[in-house]
């Protein structure tokens, strides 16, 4: 028999605050509307040739590090992996028919998000093709995710998605049962629920798509502890970027061009993702204008495109699930 894609799974579980130890008390938590997942393994084997052996071939090989690295396409239900990009969620009760208020703030290397050395939430993805039966299954288990980075992309007419992307320690094979996890029947967020705002407070009302990012960069630690998988992972230089493009309009086209990328007034920028499902509130400030582009066409309508880079963000959610963190 073959392995049907229709059958396929990505799921996710919370680790227990130590880097790659599964937390054996908690269950696989349902992730969002993936649409795809790609683990890309990287074995470095060591390709070996020595003079005297006489010929022109490969005379033997020596196995590397492990690396383990992952990118899931979905469409979001929830913001936790955001807050696990940013680092910090601390989760309080709302008020009215706010629900549930997670707040999403930087961490650094001095900042912790449990009682443990960690500045970013580590996590265990589960990736099965299910046959149907156990024994014949192929499951991969893969411990000590951290996002790497996370993006929010939104178009004109289509679903909000999100590009993660993260380094794990290691993945093991099973055949076994598959984890049943119960779907979110939440409605995804559409293009209509968003709005980018530059400076805060003044929408961009002809927005056609956009990008948010926010990097980690994250730097695996192989040391030499008899063991081929990465001991740790630690976040390097956070990097953020938003791009976006509109059709030109007269309203601020001048500004966007001239006072923000020309001059170079540093902004504050606000990016709002508002639904039933709950709603998410970036507030990047510190921004500045590093590119832009204004191609004059022969026919249609004149696009402006632009990149600008925050200096800080920091997020809100309101939705009513109770938990974000794993405690």
Not at 135 to 152: L, Q
Not at 287 to 305: H, R
Not at 307 to 319: E, I, R
């Amino acid at each position: 028999m073959k392995y049907m894609s229709d059958q396929n799974r990505t799921v996710f579980q919370y680790e227990s605050g130590t880097y790659a130890v599964t937390n054996t008390s908690g269950t696989r938590q349902w992730l969002g509307l993936v649409q795809t997942h790609d683990l890309t393994p990287n074995m470095n084997t060591i390709q070996i040739r020595y003079q005297g052996s006489t010929d022109r071939n490969v005379d033997d090989f020596a196995d590397g590090k492990k690396e383990w690295n992952g990118t899931i396409n979905y469409f979001p239900q929830d913001w936790k992996f955001l807050g696990f990009a940013l680092g910090s969620i601390t989760t309080i009760s709302g008020t009215g028919t706010d629900g549930l208020y997670h707040a999403f703030t930087e961490t650094n290397s001095d900042d912790q998000v449990q009682d443990v050395p960690l500045s970013l939430e580590s996590f265990t993805i589960e990736d099965s093709k299910n046959m149907g039966h156990a024994g014949s299954n192929f499951i991969r288990t893969t411990i000590g995710g951290m996002v790497d980075s996370y993006t929010i992309n939104f178009a004109q007419g289509e679903i909000v998605s999100a590009d993660i992307e993260y380094v794990a320690q290691d993945s093991t094979l099973s055949s076994g049962a598959v984890t049943a996890v119960t779907p979110t029947t939440t409605k995804p967020w559409m293009f209509n629920n968003v709005k980018l705002s530059i400076p805060s407070g003044t929408a961009i009302t002809n927005l056609k798509d956009g990008t948010f990012k926010v990097s980690n960069n994250l730097e695996a630690g192989f040391y030499l502890n008899g063991s081929r998988v990465a001991n740790e992972l630690m976040p390097m230089n956070r990097e953020y970027e938003c791009t976006a493009t509109c059709d030109m309009d007269e309203g601020n086209a001048r500004t966007l061009y001239n006072s923000y990328y020309i001059a170079g007034s540093e902004f504050n920028g606000y990016l709002n993702i508002t639904g039933t499902a709950g709603s998410l509130y970036l507030y990047m400030s510190g921004c500045k204008m590093i590119d832009m582009g204004i191609p004059s066409l022969l026919e249609g309508v004149q696009e402006q495109s632009f990149t600008f880079v925050p200096s800080h963000v920091a997020g809100s959610v309101f939705d009513s699930i109770g938990v974000y963190n794993n405690w």
